[in-house]
């Protein structure tokens, strides 16, 4: 993943009333909203909302609690509609959760600017702040622990980032909580996601998940709907809306879809030729298949390279770069990664975030290995070396599961990815290839769908080998322990 920055937005796609004629014009006309499931069973029907006005200048009082805390998200319903001439989207969610503490009061989402109109809780209004910490929604009433309910809203705006439009084509990148209301940076807590959108005439979508046929809002044609099948965090929820040509190959039981605009369906199979073979090597590495036995590729203009749930978005640019190298393919096989190796098995937090870009990165390295020989392998590496040598140069080495910020995004990157890549190979040389690739397979296999910590991997990688990696781990992941506070006492 290359993680974007700050973007301008604009959206140019038809207008396409969806939701209802009261979202584009702000209007606080009532909606009826439709119950979502979750995976405890069906929520109740919930009454009609009549609550008026922005709630975004409402003061925040007391302890503003922090993003993500006492409660966890189990499903992400939201049904969006972009508006071209506003250059702006207008949305319906439904988010339901699980009180974690008792006397829940509030709940604090990422910080976007996006406007609420009416947000309630069982039918009851839920009053909404902005705060430095975030989008604050006081409860109507306190939550005991355990106790679920549905958060459901109705908001407008212009998304700051991580939205992208190129004539007819529009599309998101990792700013997911930008165009709704979720947590951007809580990756281990990961939510069922579905996705209601209007596509305009002639254009097709790509989301999350799989498009349910005919489940469209009120039965509109113009809205396709999209469901994940598993839990998945936040930033990887997306969409695009385009005019795309689309290819299809398979890798064994897995299906490949190939999406871009203006290509021919021969020039798509010939950008993306290598992807069954990627994702063969990486299912057989990982001892598990190809997450939701589906993957898409979409190109895209501009240098993309972005992992999302069940697709990824690759620009152009990177993968001719790629193309034109004999031993390249540095695009396609770190995304594909990622469909493990990240999405599947998630950094807990972004302080353990080496777990998804060093294992994607070394893993590229991998596949150039077996694709290429072991020359390939090396000089993937060597571009870790010198990435980790100039951070180095610049007074910074941290280790990976540091804790604190960086200074800039290269030095992120230079620790996450390259010192990260670098690590799996010293733990690859130190282990042998039989007992490293079977910790790796341990690691995946036990924790597919879950949210981890770099103890989990140790964990997994002891136990594979039946070694003592405590100084390894130290050494590279945790760093030394925090010297002893002045008295205390040393035994």
Not at 60 to 84: K, M, N
Not at 155 to 184: E, H, I, N
Not at 390 to 415: M, N, Q, T, V
């Amino acid at each position: 993943m290359r993680r974007p920055g700050p973007t301008s937005t604009t959206i140019r796609t038809p207008t396409s009333p969806i939701i209802g004629e009261a979202l584009g014009s702000g209007s606080s006309a009532a909606l009826t909203w439709r119950p979502i499931r979750s995976a405890v069973g069906a929520v109740s029907k919930p009454s009609l909302l009549a609550v008026a006005g922005l709630f975004l200048a409402a003061p925040a009082r007391g302890q503003e609690p922090a993003q993500g805390l006492g409660f966890d998200v189990e499903r992400y319903e939201v049904a969006l509609a972009p508006d071209v001439a506003a250059g702006s989207v207008a949305g319906t969610e439904e988010i339901a959760f699980r009180s974690t503490v008792a006397a829940l009061s509030s709940l604090t989402f990422s910080a976007n600017g996006l406007a609420v109109d009416e947000a309630s809780v069982g039918g009851r209004p839920a009053r909404v702040a902005s705060t430095p910490r975030g989008l604050r929604f006081e409860l109507p009433v306190p939550l005991a622990k355990g106790a679920r309910a549905v958060l459901r809203l109705r908001y407008r705006g212009v998304p700051r980032r991580g939205v992208t439009a190129a004539g007819d084509l529009l599309y998101t990148s990792y700013f997911a909580c930008d165009w709704m209301v979720c947590l951007q940076d809580s990756p281990g807590d990961k939510a069922m996601f579905g996705l209601e959108i209007g596509v305009p005439p002639g254009l097709s979508s790509l989301s999350a998940g799989r498009m349910k046929r005919g489940a469209g809002l009120r039965r509109d044609p113009s809205v396709q709907r999209w469901e994940t099948a598993r839990p998945y965090s936040p930033y990887l929820f997306g969409f695009a809306i385009g005019k795309f040509t689309q290819a299809s190959a398979r890798a064994g039981s897995t299906q490949l879809l190939y999406l871009a605009p203006g290509l021919s369906e021969a020039e798509l199979r010939r950008l993306f030729a290598e992807t069954p073979a990627i994702v063969r090597f990486m299912a057989g590495k990982a001892g598990v298949p190809l997450p939701g036995g589906r993957y898409t590729q979409l190109l895209v203009p501009g240098s993309e390279a972005q992992e999302a749930a069940t697709f990824s978005l690759i620009g152009r640019p990177e993968l001719e770069r790629d193309s034109a190298d004999p031993q390249g393919g540095w695009v396609v096989a770190h995304e594909l990664a990622h469909q493990w190796w990240g999405n599947l098995v998630t950094a807990s937090t972004w302080r353990d975030f080496w777990l998804n870009e060093g294992i994607a990165t070394f893993m590229t390295a991998a596949w150039k290995e077996n694709r290429h020989g072991r020359a390939a392998y090396q000089a993937e590496l060597d571009v870790a070396r010198r990435r980790l040598a100039r951070a180095r140069d610049a007074g910074w080495d941290r280790p990976l599961a540091f804790a604190g910020s960086y200074p800039s995004l290269p030095i992120r990157r230079a620790i996450q990815y390259s010192k990260g890549a670098l690590f799996m190979d010293h733990l690859r040389t130190l282990l042998g290839d039989d007992s490293f690739w079977r910790g790796l397979r341990r690691f995946t296999r036990r924790n597919a769908g879950a949210a981890v910590t770099s103890a989990d991997f140790q964990r997994a990688m002891e136990q594979a080998s039946r070694r003592d990696l405590s100084v390894e781990f130290r050494e590279w992941v945790f760093g030394p322990p925090p010297p002893a506070p002045p008295g205390a006492e040393i035994r």
